[in-house]
């Protein structure tokens, strides 16, 4: 048995998880805070991500990012670099979906904090930044963190945007669910079984440890 | 000489509409009215919590709104809301701290420590709000809301959320203090018996409109309108 599916899988859902946690907590905050026409039309087009089959958010993915691609275009241009096919497409896959999880957990949480706590702060001489960072985030860290354990499970168990994006080159872009599809594939049952544990075990213990954490999302 | 406080202001929400002025001294104004009535409204817009559509605050001289617009942050006023909204997360002490922002620490503890005894909080320092009664919540909320030694008091309701005995007591304590302070303090209530006892100018806020103002006697004995008559029946 191998162990690189699972360390690989272990490096992509946490880089990518840590990409979401930082840019879904800014989106979060300004979700919550904005009052703007069109807002509910952009939560939608955040959330998008969560509804869309994963294979073609992949396809949205592989038009943005690839070699002739809107950004991957001038990427290759100007570096002769291309993310396709490669651990850190797996990372972007993740990422961009369970991106819409963190928001909404983080969105909720915030937005569940007592308004007067923070026209409180406001009227003692504090700006948002500085009450989001004293008042809110103290308050809200439950769902926060709720929603970055969420993330992690979505991203661990990322399957079809991963395979459009970085397909499934064994010892490069194969993680846990690409290596259980090979495996299964192949006949080879024991690799798959023990990959299928794993991944099933790590799945439980993480929603557990989220569901701890946030009464109102799950 | 010119009154501390003074606020004309107009703004319009869905279905309601504000038109109304106030003038205050250094002295107690209470804005009465029944509930609907627009007085917390008013203390938003004065906090500049929220911006009137049209009108101007002055405060000691300074346009807060109006031509020129200081940011709520910046405004130097004090405000007790209803529910004392104090932070769960942060202890007594670290509640009263919070707002000497801009005080180096060594003089913020020192001060929230002088108030912390002025408002008899002694020994209640490391306990969290969720711990303390109400009426110890409610000197907490005032000793946080003091310590920046604002230039005017803004009180939301603030016995609504005590039980009878307890806010008979705090209103007397706290209107000794009040009058001590020496800063305008405007405070809404719809209770007639807290409004008298404590107003040294009572507004009558009914419909968005201030339909008379004076002494609280004054309107009592003689109500310039059959609302305000209906409103300020003893009983």
Same mark, same amino acid.
């Given at each position: 048995m191998s162990w690189g599916p699972l360390l690989l899988s272990l490096k992509v859902s946490l880089l990518a998880t840590a990409l979401v946690a930082a840019a879904g907590l800014l989106a979060a905050f300004a979700l919550a805070n904005a009052r703007f026409r069109g807002k509910s039309l952009v939560e939608s087009a955040l959330l998008l991500p969560m509804v869309l089959p994963p294979t073609v958010t992949g396809y949205y993915l592989v038009l943005l990012?690839?070699?002739?691609?809107?950004l991957g275009g001038s990427l290759y241009r100007w570096?002769?670099?291309?993310?396709?096919?490669?651990w850190q497409a797996a990372v972007v896959a993740s990422a961009v979906v369970s991106f819409p999880i963190m928001v909404r957990s983080a969105q909720t949480a915030i937005e569940s904090v007592d308004p007067e706590m923070v026209d409180s702060s406001t009227m003692l001489g504090y700006t948002r930044a500085e009450t989001a960072l004293y008042v809110v985030l103290p308050l809200a860290w439950q769902g926060i963190l709720a929603g970055i354990m969420l993330a992690f499970t979505r991203a661990i168990g990322e399957f079809g945007a991963t395979l459009m994006l970085?397909?499934?080159?064994?010892?490069?872009?194969?993680t846990m669910p690409l290596a259980i599809y090979a495996s299964a594939a192949s006949g080879d049952w024991s690799q798959a079984h023990l990959l299928v544990a794993m991944l099933t075990a790590l799945s439980v213990v993480l929603l557990t440890a989220a569901r701890h954490y946030s009464r109102s999302v799950l | 000489m010119s009154a501390a406080l003074e606020v004309r202001l107009q703004h319009a929400l869905p279905g309601f509409d504000l038109d109304a002025a106030l003038s205050l001294g250094r002295e107690i104004g209470v804005l009465f009215?029944? +509930?609907?009535?627009g007085k917390s409204l008013m203390l938003r817009l004065i906090a500049g919590l929220m911006r009137p559509r049209e009108g101007e605050v002055r405060l000691n001289g300074r346009i807060? +709104?109006?031509?020129a617009w200081v940011p709520p942050q910046e405004r130097r006023i004090g405000y007790v809301f209803q529910h004392h909204?104090?932070?769960?997360?942060?202890s007594v002490l670290e509640n009263v701290v919070?707002?000497?922002?801009?005080?180096p620490r060594e003089k913020a503890l020192a001060e929230a420590r002088r108030l912390i005894q002025e408002f008899r909080?002694?020994?209640?320092?490391?306990?969290?709000?969720? +711990?303390?009664?109400g009426g110890q919540k409610q000197r907490v909320a005032f000793a946080r809301a003091l310590i920046a030694k604002p230039e005017l008091l803004l009180l939301d309701?603030?016995? +609504?959320?005590l039980d009878g005995p307890t806010r008979v007591h705090m209103r007397d304590c706290l209107a000794r203090l009040m009058r001590s302070l020496g800063i305008p303090v405007l405070l809404v209530t719809h209770d007639l018996a807290e409004a008298r006892s404590l107003a040294e100018r009572m507004f009558v806020l009914i419909g968005g409109r201030v339909l008379q103002h004076g002494r609280p006697e004054e309107i009592v004995q003689e109500p310039a309108s059959e609302a305000v008559r209906e409103l300020t029946r003893a009983g």
């Amino acid at each position: 048995m191998s162990w690189g599916p699972l360390l690989l899988s272990l490096k992509v859902s946490l880089l990518a998880t840590a990409l979401v946690a930082a840019a879904g907590l800014l989106a979060a905050f300004a979700l919550a805070n904005a009052r703007f026409r069109g807002k509910s039309l952009v939560e939608s087009a955040l959330l998008l991500p969560m509804v869309l089959p994963p294979t073609v958010t992949g396809y949205y993915l592989v038009l943005l990012l690839g070699r002739h691609g809107l950004l991957g275009g001038s990427l290759y241009r100007w570096t002769g670099w291309n993310v396709l096919f490669t651990w850190q497409a797996a990372v972007v896959a993740s990422a961009v979906v369970s991106f819409p999880i963190m928001v909404r957990s983080a969105q909720t949480a915030i937005e569940s904090v007592d308004p007067e706590m923070v026209d409180s702060s406001t009227m003692l001489g504090y700006t948002r930044a500085e009450t989001a960072l004293y008042v809110v985030l103290p308050l809200a860290w439950q769902g926060i963190l709720a929603g970055i354990m969420l993330a992690f499970t979505r991203a661990i168990g990322e399957f079809g945007a991963t395979l459009m994006l970085a397909g499934n080159i064994p010892g490069r872009t194969d993680t846990m669910p690409l290596a259980i599809y090979a495996s299964a594939a192949s006949g080879d049952w024991s690799q798959a079984h023990l990959l299928v544990a794993m991944l099933t075990a790590l799945s439980v213990v993480l929603l557990t440890a989220a569901r701890h954490y946030s009464r109102s999302v799950l | 000489m010119s009154a501390a406080l003074e606020v004309r202001l107009q703004h319009a929400l869905p279905g309601f509409d504000l038109d109304a002025a106030l003038s205050l001294g250094r002295e107690i104004g209470v804005l009465f009215g029944p +509930s609907g009535a627009g007085k917390s409204l008013m203390l938003r817009l004065i906090a500049g919590l929220m911006r009137p559509r049209e009108g101007e605050v002055r405060l000691n001289g300074r346009i807060l +709104s109006g031509t020129a617009w200081v940011p709520p942050q910046e405004r130097r006023i004090g405000y007790v809301f209803q529910h004392h909204a104090l932070f769960p997360h942060m202890s007594v002490l670290e509640n009263v701290v919070y707002g000497a922002r801009g005080l180096p620490r060594e003089k913020a503890l020192a001060e929230a420590r002088r108030l912390i005894q002025e408002f008899r909080l002694e020994g209640l320092e490391a306990r969290r709000p969720k +711990s303390i009664s109400g009426g110890q919540k409610q000197r907490v909320a005032f000793a946080r809301a003091l310590i920046a030694k604002p230039e005017l008091l803004l009180l939301d309701e603030p016995f +609504s959320a005590l039980d009878g005995p307890t806010r008979v007591h705090m209103r007397d304590c706290l209107a000794r203090l009040m009058r001590s302070l020496g800063i305008p303090v405007l405070l809404v209530t719809h209770d007639l018996a807290e409004a008298r006892s404590l107003a040294e100018r009572m507004f009558v806020l009914i419909g968005g409109r201030v339909l008379q103002h004076g002494r609280p006697e004054e309107i009592v004995q003689e109500p310039a309108s059959e609302a305000v008559r209906e409103l300020t029946r003893a009983g």
